[in-house]
């Protein structure tokens, strides 16, 4: 019985994965998984050089500069351009921004929800990555990677597609058995900031940060070991 919840689980997985995303009937070119609650494709891109930056507050919370961080970070292992993440005061030399922000009420939903908004403002086009709190906002950026590209030439691009979302579940917890006494529970705020450790003999620290980060793509909000 659990063989055949798992496979049916995997099918439903894969199906997802390759179904074009849709909405109110129209199928549109770029696939976003899970599916938004509200999107819509803007047409047109925003390029990935060296006109484009991130721009950050200075007093932004943590987890809003690991937002900043893990954009900066993909588009250098995946389209090779080194962005500058650069406060509000030193964006005004870039044709391009990405704008990683939380604000209390960037869309619907509770803190975690997130918006992703496209415009066109004084000659440069912005992307803002929006989120209700501070993990709204590091959801929104693994979001915006679904949206990057590469033209036939192999320069980056984001593609302009407004979004809103927000999760349905609202505990989404991964669960680590390690046969040891004890036990931690914690948001992954929690362990990579240290205020919950996993021992180092259980996961080495570089293996633990690769571990958050996949935790935080999969949008888990909870770690439990024991």
Same mark, same amino acid.
Request: hydrophobic letters at 40%; glycine letters at 10%.
């Given at each position: 019985?659990?063989?055949?919840?798992?496979?049916?689980?995997?099918?439903?997985?894969?199906?997802?994965?390759?179904?074009?995303? #849709?909405?109110?009937?129209?199928?549109?070119?770029?696939?976003? %998984?899970?599916?938004?609650?509200?999107?819509?494709?803007?047409?047109?891109?925003? &390029?990935?050089?060296?006109?484009?930056?991130?721009?950050?507050?200075?007093?932004?919370?943590?987890?809003?500069?690991? /937002?900043? !961080?893990?954009? *900066?970070?993909?588009?250098? #292992?995946?389209?090779? $351009?080194?962005?500058?993440?650069?406060?509000?005061?030193?964006?005004?030399?870039?044709?391009?921004?990405?704008?990683?922000?939380?604000?209390?009420? /960037?869309?619907?939903?509770?803190? !975690?929800?997130? #918006? =992703?908004?496209?415009?066109?403002?004084?000659?440069?086009? $912005? $992307?803002?990555?929006?989120?209700?709190?501070?993990?709204?906002?590091? @959801?929104?950026?693994?979001?915006?990677?679904?949206?990057?590209?590469?033209?036939?030439?192999?320069?980056?691009? =984001?593609?302009?597609?407004? %979004?809103?979302?927000?999760?349905?579940? &609202?505990?989404?917890? +991964?669960?680590?058995?390690? +046969?040891?006494?004890?036990?931690? =529970?914690?948001?992954?705020?929690?362990?990579?900031?240290? #205020?919950?450790? $996993?021992?180092?003999?259980?996961?080495?620290?570089?293996?633990?940060?690769?571990?958050?980060?996949?935790?935080? *793509?999969?949008?888990?909000?909870?770690?439990? @070991?024991?």
């Amino acid at each position: 019985m659990k063989i055949a919840f798992l496979l049916c689980a995997l099918a439903l997985s894969l199906s997802c994965l390759a179904a074009p995303l #849709a909405k109110n009937g129209h199928v549109h070119s770029v696939e976003i %998984v899970p599916t938004p609650r509200h999107f819509r494709d803007l047409g047109g891109v925003m &390029p990935l050089d060296a006109g484009t930056a991130i721009l950050v507050a200075a007093d932004a919370a943590e987890p809003v500069r690991y /937002a900043a !961080e893990t954009i *900066r970070d993909h588009c250098r #292992a995946n389209y090779g $351009i080194d962005l500058p993440i650069v406060p509000p005061s030193g964006g005004e030399s870039y044709r391009s921004l990405i704008v990683v922000s939380a604000l209390s009420r /960037a869309t619907e939903g509770g803190p !975690e929800g997130f #918006a =992703i908004q496209p415009s066109v403002g004084a000659g440069r086009k $912005i $992307i803002a990555v929006l989120g209700n709190g501070p993990r709204g906002t590091v @959801y929104g950026a693994t979001t915006l990677f679904q949206l990057m590209g590469k033209d036939p030439s192999g320069r980056g691009f =984001i593609r302009c597609v407004a %979004v809103d979302d927000w999760p349905s579940v &609202p505990l989404r917890a +991964h669960y680590v058995l390690t +046969h040891r006494l004890g036990e931690a =529970i914690g948001s992954w705020e929690n362990f990579r900031t240290g #205020a919950k450790t $996993i021992p180092g003999e259980l996961m080495p620290k570089e293996v633990r940060n690769d571990y958050l980060d996949w935790l935080v *793509r999969h949008r888990s909000n909870l770690v439990y @070991y024991e």
